[in-house]
DNA sequence: AATAAAGTTTAGGTAAATCTAAATAAAACG
DNA sequence: CGTTTTATTTAGATTTACCTAAACTTTATT
C-alpha cells in the first residue's frame, strides 16, 4: 500500500495512543497527539478507513486493523533503527536524533531498513530503550517498568523516556539523567506531586509531576 | 530558506540542465527533465522567482541566482553522500542507489550531512564518479567518465561496465568490448536510442539504448 | 430525565502542486 | 515577410491535507 507522510504518520500516533491504553483512540486524543485539529483527524480517519488500516465508526473512534499494526511496525522499526545509526555511528546524543529520525523514517524501502539494521548487528533496543520490531515485525514486549511518578520505589534505574520532545531531553540530560542512571528519591511533595531526587555524588534536584510521567524506571 | 521536496527537486535539475549547457533552462526542458507539464513549470517558475533562487522573466528561460546555485550544491552534497553510504556502508551497488538517495537528500540538517560525511572519510567523489561539493558548497571538477548512452563525443574509451549480467558481457566480449577498448561512434538512433559503433579494424554494429547505458566510458 | 458540557462531525474554504485545454508569443520556414 | 509550427503561459480544475465555524452526539451533572 502507498502512503502518504501524513497518513504513515497518522498510523504511528494511533498505535502510541492504543498502546498507552488499549481502548479505542479518541478524536481530541489523537489531534493532540498529532497537534492538528479534531476536523482534520475526522478526515483522515475516513480516508485510513477506506484503506482497511483502521476500524473507525462515527463518534465510536478509532483503532489500527490487522494490517494498520503491521505497518505501524514498520514505520516504528525504520525510525528506531535510524536513531541508533545517528547515535552509534555518527555520533549524536540521544536527545538529539528523534526529529532527524521522524523524517529519515518515512523512506520506505525494505531492502534498505534490513540492511541498515544488518550494518547495526540487528539492534533490538533503541538508543532511549525501546525495542525495535524485526524484519517481520514481531517487537520483545516492553520492560516491566513504570514512569517515575507511579513508581513507588525508593532507589530506581532509567530504563526510557517517552516523550521525545528535544526540551526535555536537554533537560533531563543537563540533570544528568540518561539511559541506566539511578536515582534515590529522597522526598514526594503531595501538592503538586513534584518529587526530589539524588543521582550519586550529585546535588538533589525537584522535578514537576509532568516530567516524572515521561521518565520510565525499574526497581534495583 | 524553507523550501519543499517539490522546490528542491525543480532546483536540483534546474542546477543540472545549465550545467549541461551554460544556456537559459527552457521550461519544456525542465518539464522533460522532471516529468511534469510545461504549465506545472511555468508555475513552480513564478514561486521560485519569488524566493530569489531563479532569474525569470517569461518566455525567457530559467536560470539559477547565486543563491538558487548554493542551494543546489548542498542538495547535491547530500544526495552524493547518502549515495556513498549506501554503496560503501550497506552494500549496495552503484546502480540502485539513486532512487534512495533521491529520497535521503531532502533531510535538511547540516549537522546530519557533516557528521554523514565525516562518518565516510569526507570523500569528494560518489559511487558514479561525480564530485561531492564540501561543507562549503565547493565542487571538484565534474568527471570525465560517462554511460555512453549519455557521452556526446566521437571517440571513446570503456572504462568500466555497470552491469553484470553474464548475458552482456557474454555480449560484450563477443564484439570485442572491454576495458580499454576504444569506440568510434559512427551514429545514434533517435527513434529508439540505438547506437551504431566502430571498433578499429573491425565491421561496424550496433547495440540497444539499454546496453549503451551500462558502458562508461571518457572521451579520448 | 433534562440540561449543560465535552467531544465529534459536517460544511465550506485555503494553499500547494499538479493537470488539461485554450490563448498567446517566439521561432522556423517557404 | 507572413504563415505555420513549436514553445510557453494563462485560466480553470483537481487532489491532499489542512483549517474555522456551526451542527450534532455523547457524556456528565444536577
Given at each position: 500500500?502507498?502512503?502518504?507522510?501524513?497518513?504513515?504518520?497518522?498510523?504511528?500516533s494511533?498505535?502510541k495512543l492504543?498502546?498507552d491504553?488499549?481502548?479505542?483512540?479518541?478524536?481530541?486524543?489523537?489531534?493532540a497527539e498529532?497537534d492538528?485539529?479534531?476536523?482534520?483527524?475526522?478526515?483522515?480517519?475516513?480516508?485510513?478507513?477506506?484503506?482497511?488500516?483502521?476500524?473507525?465508526?462515527?463518534?465510536?473512534?478509532?483503532?489500527?486493523?490487522?494490517?494498520?499494526?503491521?505497518?505501524?511496525?514498520?514505520?516504528?522499526?525504520?525510525?528506531?533503527?535510524?536513531?541508533?545509526?545517528?547515535?552509534?555511528?555518527?555520533?549524536?546524543?540521544w536527545e538529539?536524533?528523534h526529529e532527524?529520525?521522524e523524517?529519515?523514517?518515512?523512506?520506505?524501502?525494505?531492502?534498505?531498513?534490513?540492511?541498515?539494521?544488518?550494518?547495526?548487528?540487528?539492534?533490538?533496543?533503541?538508543?532511549h530503550g525501546d525495542?525495535?520490531?524485526?524484519?517481520?515485525?514481531?517487537?520483545?514486549?516492553?520492560?516491566?517498568?513504570?514512569s517515575l511518578h507511579?513508581?513507588?520505589?525508593?532507589?530506581?534505574?532509567v530504563?526510557a523516556v517517552s516523550d521525545r520532545s528535544t526540551a526535555l531531553l536537554e533537560f533531563l540530560n543537563?540533570?544528568?539523567i540518561?539511559?541506566?542512571?539511578?536515582?534515590?528519591?529522597?522526598?514526594?511533595?503531595?501538592?503538586?506531586?513534584?518529587?526530589?531526587?539524588?543521582?550519586?555524588?550529585?546535588?538533589?534536584?525537584?522535578i514537576s509531576e509532568q516530567v516524572s510521567k515521561s521518565i520510565m524506571?525499574?526497581?534495583?
Open positions: 500500500m502507498n502512503l502518504s507522510i501524513a497518513e504513515e504518520n497518522y498510523i504511528k494511533i498505535y492504543e498502546e491504553s488499549p481502548d479505542s483512540v479518541t478524536t481530541n486524543a489523537l489531534a498529532l492538528t485539529k479534531p476536523a482534520s483527524v475526522t478526515d483522515m480517519a475516513k480516508k485510513l478507513k477506506e484503506k482497511k488500516l483502521i476500524d473507525y465508526e462515527k463518534y465510536q473512534g478509532i483503532n489500527l486493523t490487522a494490517e494498520g499494526k503491521k505497518t505501524a511496525l514498520q514505520i516504528i522499526r525504520r525510525h528506531r533503527l535510524w536513531e541508533c545509526f545517528l547515535v552509534n555511528k555518527l555520533a549524536f546524543s538529539e536524533v532527524l529520525a523524517e529519515l523514517e518515512h523512506v520506505r524501502s525494505e531492502k534498505l531498513t534490513n540492511r541498515l539494521s544488518e550494518f547495526l548487528g540487528n539492534p533490538t533496543t533503541d538508543p525495542p525495535i520490531p524485526d524484519a517481520h515485525g514481531k517487537m520483545g514486549k516492553p520492560r516491566i517498568q513504570t507511579k513508581a513507588r520505589a525508593k532507589r530506581l534505574e530504563v543537563a540533570k544528568g540518561r539511559l541506566g542512571t539511578q536515582l534515590d528519591v529522597i522526598e514526594r511533595y503531595e501538592f503538586d506531586n513534584s518529587i526530589e531526587l539524588k543521582i550519586k555524588n550529585q546535588p538533589a534536584f525537584t524506571v525499574k526497581p534495583i
